[in-house]
């Protein structure tokens, strides 16, 4: 039997192994069955119906941050840049990885969290594959106000958030609740505070209990509440819900799977409609019924032919578009390179702006659903304090440039370096097909 439109089905790391809930937005989430599996390759047993799924704690990394602006279109390469300030980096073929999430908002600013997936290891997705991702603390009601502490797949997990939205989660680094969680937890809640994205520390924190054995002890609950320095009360879990919208996580495993039943539907198309010209030509040359039953038998022969052949072309094609990179001349890197230098505001006698490292990538992605060719140049320079006003002049012949008109620059302000005192810069070109 088929799910109903609008069902339901949640795969979710519980305190000690992957639960399945079902149910609607509308009415709700109910637990379908626990398992005590760590893996959701084990895990059987879904209902009938698109399956979605919560990326536990442990797999994802939260960076929470303030930007100074209220314009979204700006937020995703502001979330990206603040990822790379901080070294989290997403896996190159790992799929889409990273997302944010807006928490709050002002006139002036944006309050954000940056999240990056770890690409899943062997096991760590289910048989059956998901329609879409989301991360656990995004599926589970954060109270407003109040730290959050509950068990995922083993593990102590915290988040403080609101319905709806996490702002800060991890998972803790010890396996149970004592003095040093609270300072784990109690150092964190300090450094959000400091960075202005959570006005007052909360004033108590809640403890999720599940009805089983790992539940924390009351000597737990008291040694946590005495290291974090705020009450601790117990409380029963509640249900999960699904996010509207979901995240754009998609690991690479997932969406090649989509990519290759795609490219499966489209030989069938073709294989298909080959087959029925065959079989119109066949049924408008020959009325007789044994010629045309012989005419059938051969288009069916020809169909398979066509279909090894359809197989050839596609692969020609695909294997050809994967050259365009690297063949087409408007992109040769020392093309880009070459016109990079020729902005650069010095004279014969004299270098006042000096790059120190030009980056190229010219590759594949997939952007709105589709693989498309994505070039990206990144130019790294400094100059002399005194020559500090060349740098303006060079972003300005960037932007400028003919040879360079397919480029889009991202141009922050230069800064000093500490070390040598000079002013340096990083610039950053893109020219998506």
């Excluded at 069955?33 to 119906?49: C, D, I, K, M």
């Excluded at 602006?69 to 990885?97: S, V």
């Excluded at 960075?195 to 520390?201: A, F, I, S, V």
């Excluded at 069938?268 to 087959?275: F, G, R, S």
Aim: proline share 8%; hydrophobic share 40%.
């Amino acid at each position: 039997m088929s799910g109903k439109k609008g069902d339901l089905n949640l795969l979710l790391p519980g305190a000690d192994g992957w639960e399945i809930w079902t149910g609607s937005q509308a009415a709700g989430l109910s637990l379908h069955a626990a398992s005590e599996h760590q893996r959701p390759l084990n895990v059987t047993g879904y209902p009938s119906g698109s399956l979605q799924m919560a990326i536990p704690v442990r797999q994802v990394s939260a960076l929470p941050f303030r930007a100074q602006t209220d314009d979204l279109a700006l937020l995703g390469d502001l979330a990206a840049m603040q990822l790379e300030k901080n070294g989290i980096r997403p896996a190159l073929d790992g799929g889409q990885l990273t997302d944010h999430f807006v928490f709050g908002s002002t006139a002036e600013e944006t309050h954000l969290t940056a999240i990056v997936m770890n690409p899943p290891s062997e096991g760590q997705l289910p048989r059956k594959s998901p329609q879409a991702f989301d991360i656990s603390p995004r599926c589970l009601p954060l109270p407003s106000g109040k730290v959050v502490i509950w068990r995922e797949l083993g593990r102590w997990a915290f988040g403080i958030g609101k319905p709806g939205q996490a702002l800060y989660f991890q998972i803790l680094s010890g396996e149970r609740l004592d003095d040093r969680a609270g300072n784990e937890i109690f150092l964190a809640l300090t450094q959000l505070q400091m960075q202005g994205l959570l006005p007052d520390l909360p004033e108590e924190a809640v403890i999720w209990t599940h009805g089983s054995p790992s539940d924390a002890r009351p000597e737990e609950q008291e040694a946590l509440s005495r290291g974090l320095g705020l009450p601790v009360h117990p409380l029963a879990k509640p249900s999960p819900t699904w996010p509207s919208p979901p995240s754009r996580l998609l690991p690479a495993d997932v969406r090649a799977e989509r990519l290759a039943k795609k490219g499966k539907r489209n030989r069938n198309l073709i294989i298909t409609a080959l087959l029925l010209a065959y079989l119109g030509l066949a049924a408008y040359l020959y009325l007789n019924l044994e010629k045309a039953k012989d005419a059938a038998r051969q288009a069916q022969r020809n169909a398979e032919g066509i279909s090894e052949e359809s197989d050839l072309l596609l692969a020609h094609q695909s294997k050809w578009a994967e050259l365009g990179p690297v063949v087409e001349d408007e992109f040769h890197p020392f093309e880009v390179y070459l016109a990079a230098y020729k902005a650069l505001p010095n004279s014969p006698n004299e270098r006042f702006i000096r790059l120190t490292k030009v980056t190229m990538v010219n590759q594949f992605r997939e952007i709105d659903s589709e693989l498309r060719v994505a070039r990206e140049i990144v130019l790294q320079g400094q100059a002399d304090q005194e020559q500090q006003q060349k740098i303006p002049v060079f972003a300005g012949n960037l932007r400028n440039s003919a040879e360079l008109e397919r480029f889009r620059w991202e141009i922050p302000p230069e800064t000093i370096d500490r070390r040598s005192g000079k002013m340096t810069f990083i610039y950053t070109g893109n020219a998506t097909e």
